[in-house]
Structure formats: C-alpha cells, structure tokens
C-alpha cells in the first residue's frame, strides 16, 4: 500500500510533503514526497486514494498522515510540562518540528474557519503570563469563543477558585493573519468579581494549522490549543 501511494503521488510535481504510512505489519513508515502537493494528488485522483470496503469509503493517505501528526503532536504536548513551561530545548524543538510538519496539511485561509467553543492550551513556547504561569503556579488555560469576534482568554488556579480573564477582539487581516485587540481583564475569587479594568494593546497572531479541534499558532511565540467543549454561562464574561 504505502509504496503504490508513494507511486501515485509522485506524480504531480508541486510542494514537498512528508507522510506517514503504516504497513502490513504495523510498522509507521516516513514516505518523502519530493516537489509534491499531496492535496492537489488526493484532489487529482479520488478513485485512486480511496477504496470502498462493504460500501463505506476508508481514509486516504492525506486523512491518515494528518491524523497521525496531530496524534503525534499531541502527545509530545501532553508528555512537556503542563502547558510547556518549563519544557527542555529538546521538548520544545521536538514541538516545533511536528508543528512545522503539520502546517502544510493545513486548509486555505485558517482565518475563517468558524471558531466557536472552549478551547485549552496545551503547549506554548512563551514564558509570559499568557502561558498560564504565575508566580510558582501554573494554572489551566482556555480560550472561549463569545462570538465571531470576541473570546476571553482565562487562567484558573486552584481548581477554578481564582480566575483571571482577558477579553480580546479578533480581526482578519489576511488569509494566516489576525489582529487581536485586548479590551478588558478582570479577576474573579469563588465566582465573585473582584477586580476589573479597561485596558488596551494589540497583537498579530498568525494561524499555522486550524480543524475542528485543533489550533496552532504565532504570536509570536507558538501556541497549541485543542477544543475540550462548548461555550456555558460562566465562560463568556470576564
């Protein structure tokens, strides 16, 4: 299987790609596609990466190596320490190379893709309080979406008994691109406000890899964040 598909898609000379195949015997295979847009080839002939087993059509080449990078990006994340602070260079450049590899799956113009949910950071090169870190703690980050424009970004210690909360506007600039423009922040103890306050700045944010659960970005420094469920009452307020 894994050299027919290495066949067929070397064919149509355009990018370089890199998949991952399994063989018969389990074995996972890197398959190095020189000059190759695996897409355009997947695209280019259907009834070539797709075979149909009792009626139901089975994942192609490009479905499975996908899966297999974020897999594996993943769990490189979940192996780092808590949203990566603290993360050796090894772990870091190990998070970067799988990020770079899985870019190029990425669809046209991640920016606007509908967003909509709680998303949870699980890894960040940063070393900033957007990582989560306060102090000795490092608390469990989200990110809600309220709307087509507006999230709240919050960090909770404690088990949600401090919630710090960040409201931020998002426009599209591009098809990678988006500003992000911070508008209030406010802290919260036992679910009681205690504090809040107008602020400003702004930010570009560029999107390297977005699915439905899945997101991964510059800010500059890199973020990766998975879907973990819809958006409740308490979430979409500062």
Known sequence: CAPMAAVLLAIIPVG?????????????????????????AINSHPSSMMARRGGRPRLSVMDASVSATRAELLARCSAAPPNGVGASLEEDNAVHAIVTELEVFCRPEPTRMPLSGVWQLVYTSSTGGSSGKVGPFVGRVTQTMVDDSIFINAVEFFGGAVRLALEAERKVLDSKRIRVTFRETAVSV?????????????????????????????????????????VNDSSMSV
């Not at 295979?29 to 355009?40: F, Y």
């Not at 406000?193 to 560029?206: E, H, L, Q, Y």
């Open 190 to 230: 036992f679910g009681r406000r205690v504090f809040r306050k107008a602020i400003k700045g702004s930010g570009v944010w560029v999107q390297r890899y977005v699915d439905e659960g899945l997101r991964v970005m510059d800010t500059p420094s890199l973020f990766v964040l998975r879907k973990v469920g819809d």
């Open 16 to 40: 370089t790609v890199t998949l991952r195949l399994n063989t018969a015997s389990g074995q996972r295979v890197p398959v190095v596609l020189s000059h190759v847009c695996a897409c355009h």
